[in-house]
């Protein structure tokens, strides 16, 4: 076994990898980029290296830089993660040229199956099945169109060097299919540098299933079952699952047979998947399913496996990359139970399913698991931590295992429903209405499930009475400690608060919302909501509710739902108004560099207060008024976006404490 390893990778993957060779005795090395100067994997690991800017071009994607890291640090093996250089078979040859170990297959193997059209025709020879369609060399215009029609509408047009779903277009009839590839071209050159493509038969009511195998450098090849990645949204995966529902003896043993026989045919050592299509029109059948691609790496929803089969695949790479032989044989591999993943995005469902960024002010998983089953959370982030425009926007992996089906999606619904994220948009209450689908229930998938129930599956219904009232209550300050959660938490310490009602005012998305919050004399908050609900009824909160406050906001958590309201009575709205003329919060996560002022001081409309170093460039917070310094960051101080950088005396305290 290894004694120090390198990660050239970050996030959630980098913090997994890392767990795993702790466990193992195993030395590691992280390596990082400025965004990810105080991230979680740098933290984990024994130790890291430096090595660049936050642009992934200028440090994840630089090989040259994550080499001379593992030389210096004296790591013997790189350990690749998915995405980045994980699939890039050069970076691969200049790892062994240094005289490193690859935790991964060879490079002869990944050009093997690096392109899809290439692959498949490699496929095809070694007796897989594969999609039928066209995956030849030439290109032309009216060929691609011909061949198409060959096929038979609908088509596919794929990047053969697509992946991330990316460089991929549906075309349904002959008129649209040159605008469909000059589309698809312009997004393959520009996410891939190649716009070639291929095209394939669209498959009827298509599945998403793949194997996960394993080879070793002995020859030997084993598969570990598959998994069913069906819920996609943007052909990319959101829920997977193991087994696939549904799943046949005669269906697995042909799928199992030709990915064991597709790593065998490359010679292949390491983690991989073999994903294929399959034709669910008819239930699963032997004889329809085709070979898509192959990854040549370890798959983002590994877990599932793990949890189905009791085996730690990192720990697997790690051992048949130091030269050890598979830790199991084919017969010693069974798979038990059933396991679901689902990938907590910074997303916004309702609108496409857009990217978001943020930071996560309030971030809290279950801390157990539902009764009767397993759970895993794998994430790469902290509470405080930024989701950045830079990287993939995935929070967290939530992975359930229990005994059946039934039991892993009502686990997996509970967990969900348990999760409180604020700060960023996310997909939890999207992931919930997904798990909670009556036809994704029944096993009834296909990949465009999503697609057809988008719109139930992303309302969200508005916040109930209660929920606002809570929102009030916090907003109110009544009484909370601002850096304390639970206003609930120690009532009696409001006496002060006796029959004084106060007003709040929120927002909630457009809506503006006023309410009057009391305290009644047997401590329990009574809130009238006036306007636009016209609520009088009073709220009691036995329960304190789930939520969270972060600067300017209150989130509310209904199950795997989190309102957010904006908080703004007419104190903080001058407070704001201030703060957005002279950005007194901090426009984005960043570090205080310099102090120009201190308490006390006098200074006077548009003076430099300090320098903010955000994304590399310094910004400089000016004074928005004149006023005495009442409170100031200190210098060196980390702050997260929103945080109150300065206070001038007479303004109201600030909700968030001044970063220090
Ligand atoms: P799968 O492994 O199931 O095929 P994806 O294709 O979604 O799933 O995963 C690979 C993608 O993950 C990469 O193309 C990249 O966009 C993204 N990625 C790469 N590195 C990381 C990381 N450290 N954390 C999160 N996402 C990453
Ligand atoms: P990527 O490299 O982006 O993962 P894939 O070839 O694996 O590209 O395809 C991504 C997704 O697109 C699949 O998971 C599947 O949902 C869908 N897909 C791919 N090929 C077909 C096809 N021939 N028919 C129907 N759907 C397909
Ligand atoms: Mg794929």
Known sequence: MFAKILIANRGEIACRVIRTARKLGVRTVAVYSDADARSLHVEMADEAVHIGPSRVGESYLRGDKIIAAALTTGAQAIHPGYGFLSENPDFVDQVTAAGLIFIGPSAASIRAMGLKDAAKRLMEKAGVPVVPGYHGEAQEIVLLASKAREIGYPVLIKARAGGGGKGMRRVEHPDEFSEAL????????????????LVEKYVDKPRHIEVQVFGDNFGNAVHLYERDCSAQRRHQKVIEE??????????RKAMTDAAVKAAKAINYSGAGTIEFIVDASQGLKADRFWFMEMNTRLQVEHPVTEMVTGTDLVEWQLRVASGEKLPKTQSEIALTGHAFEARIYAEDAAKGFLP????????RFPDAAPPGATMRIETGVRAGDAISPYYDPMIAKLVVHATDRQAALEALGAALSRTEIAGSTVNTAFLAALAADPDFAAGDVDTSLIGRHQAALTIVPPPSGETIAAAAVA???????PLSDDPWSSLAGYAHFHSVARRTWLKFGEDDIAAKVSVRPDGRFQVALEKPYDDTNS????????????PGHITVFEGAVGYTFAVSDPLARADEAAASAGSLRAPM????????????????????LLILEAMKMEHTIAAPHDG???????EGAQVTDG??????????AASTAVAS
Do not use: C, N, Y
């Open 182 to 197: 000059s589309s698809a071209r312009r997004e393959a050159k520009a996410a891939f540098g190649d716009d070639r493509v």
């Open 242 to 251: 193991s087994p696939a529902p549904g799943m046949t003896e005669a269906l």
């Open 356 to 363: 978001a960024t943020g930071t996560l002010h309030h971030l």
């Open 475 to 481: 907003a109110s300050g009544a009484g909370a400690s």
């Open 539 to 550: 709220h009691d909160f036995r329960a304190a509710p789930r939520l969270a406050r972060w």
């Open 589 to 608: 996560p960043g570090l205080v560099k310099l102090v120009r002022v201190g308490k006390g001081d006098t200074v006077i409309k548009g003076q430099p």
């Open 628 to 634: 005495v310094i009442a409170e100031i960051a200190t």
């Open 643 to 652: 945080t109150v950088l300065v206070r001038f005396v007479g303004e109201q």
